[in-house]
């Protein structure tokens, strides 16, 4: 076992660091700025406290830790946020992030902005892979899972050297300066089948199975997109109600706004009569409405981002931080702003008091975490905002979406687990070399099936929607069924964006099987080069 803390004094780096074979249950290491202080304890869980005794700004922590990899292990590594693909991989597998993209493409399209690509190395060696807060070894039906106890002091990155045979455990936390106690690290290390160690890892959290249940229901966006208005909402609400199936949620989408983050200004064209009304219509139709919203993003021509540019999140330069390039490019609220956080809040309670939505779909997460400071690290930033939507809610459902993970476990009853599913297989050539958080209807049913193991225990997994319908789509009939059955296997959230009222028999009777699935006995998973294969109690389904 090897352990590294790097840490500035003035402008020198320095290094605290310990390397042993022999089996010790405490290593001290002392400096005159910093004490570190490594714990192992008997049923293997990993704490590493820093203790400074001057103000210390901290470059790294890591641990490492000897482990033998087998030529047939299957390795899971927990990717950044909800929609960064995350499957299972081989030894000789490569995370190629962001290497294939060109440069100009990059700065164009903000693809940095979306995942871990400034703070974690990308490696074109085989075998050299990370992730964040939980990552697994899979030999058979044994697991030896790696899993973070807390990502409040920072995110927790897991990065395994296949060929090298070692394991790296280390805190998101470069730039924060520490003037207290610091948990530079806090990991379970469990070993069992899937539902023992999985169960014991969210025991040990203390997060308790979510109290709310299993949801379906309907969701403008994968048929509509933007192109959304009141008599479409109305004509879809009314197929919905008179479906031979009971659907729970009917969820209004992105595009009822003037622009993303004038939350409160309703498109008049689009919507006469506001939103209030149908919010009204879809409960007296015995439905929870839904409503999307995106708390921390700002379009670029947004009249809030116009009136307010104090309130934007700016990097060193005092530049506005950009989050992505959706809408055609959006800005950043700075959370800790008081004036923005409280717009942030009015906007939330507008809908839940206000209007009357009792599920908000809460989207682009990631973003408020985009620029660590002295005083916090992204881990604290995205777990602090976190608290603050669970608290500005009033006891509404909430979906989170494109969040880190760990942050959002015990803090929304449901949550996005993959990409945005879409209304082909896999996307385009030339977008397959953009973020691993593309769009992707493969990589989507791949995430949904290698985290299935948070649902129930963290929340309940949104896999995104399934789709059914023959017009406005380009899945075949097959690609189609898998992706409803995938969905429906191991979901707790089963969505569509179809116009249900168009549906033939072959399409009414794959709905009522989605909607009420026999849930397989027996799950089991297998690579075999790019392509997995997962059965279902024997039967054989190609994920490719």
Known sequence: MKCEIRYKRGAVVETLSFSGTEERSLFRLEAAALTAAL?????????????????????????????????SDALFLNGYQSWTDSEELSTLSVMTGLL????????????????????????????????????YVRRGSEYQLFGSLSERAGFTAIRFFARQNRIELARDCAGRVITEPFAALEVAQLRGTEHDVFDLWFAKQNIAPPTAKPITGYTSWYNFYQDISEEKILKNLDAVAKAPVHFDVFQIDDGF?????????????????????????????????????????????????????????????????????????????????????????????????DWGFGLLKLDFLYAVCLKPTAERTRG????????????????????????????????????RIGCDVGLDYNDKLYMRLAHRERVSTRNSMRNTVFRRQLSGRAFWNDPDVFLLRHDN?????????????????????????????????????????????????????????????????????ILY
């Open 100 to 135: 294939q993209a060109p440069r100009a493409a990059q700065e164009r399209f903000v693809l940095r902005a979306y995942g871990d690509y400034d703070f974690e190395n990308y490696s074109a060696r085989p075998g050299e892979l990370h992730g964040f807060t939980y990552a």
């Open 257 to 353: 706004q003037t622009h993303v983050g004038d939350w409160l200004s309703i498109d008049s064209k689009k919507f006469p009569n506001g939103i209030k009304c149908i919010a009204d219509r879809v409960r007296a139709l015995g439905m929870t409405p839904g409503l999307w919203l995106a708390p921390f993003a700002c379009e670029y021509g947004s009249e809030m981002a116009a009136q307010h540019p104090d309130w934007l999140l700016r990097d060193e330069k005092g530049e506005p931080i950009r989050g992505g390039i959706n809408w055609d490019g959006f800005w950043v609220w700075d959370f800790y702003n008081p004036e923005a956080r409280e717009y942030i809040r009015k906007c939330l309670q507008t809908a839940v008091r």
């Open 473 to 541: 789509i380009s899945l075949t009939w097959e690609q189609r069924e898998t992706l409803a059955t995938v969905n429906a296997q191991f979901g707790g959230v089963l969505f569509t964006s179809d116009d249900v009222s168009n549906y033939d028999t072959q399409q009414a009777e794959l709905l009522d099987r989605t909607l009420h699935p026999a849930k397989a006995k027996e799950v089991s998973t297998r690579r075999i080069g790019t392509r997995q294969i997962l059965r279902l109690d024997g039967k054989r389904v």
């Open 39 to 71: 714990a192992e304890e008997e049923d293997g869980t990993l704490r590493l406290m820093l203790t400074p005794h001057e103000p210390v700004e901290l470059v790294s922590a890591k641990v490492e830790l000897p482990f033998h990899f087998r030529d």
């Open 380 to 415: 604290q930033i995205m777990c602090e905002a976190m608290d603050f939507l669970r608290e500005a809610t009033e006891g509404a459902l909430l979906i989170g979406c494109g969040v880190p993970l760990g942050a959002a476990f015990g803090k929304v009853d449901y949550c």
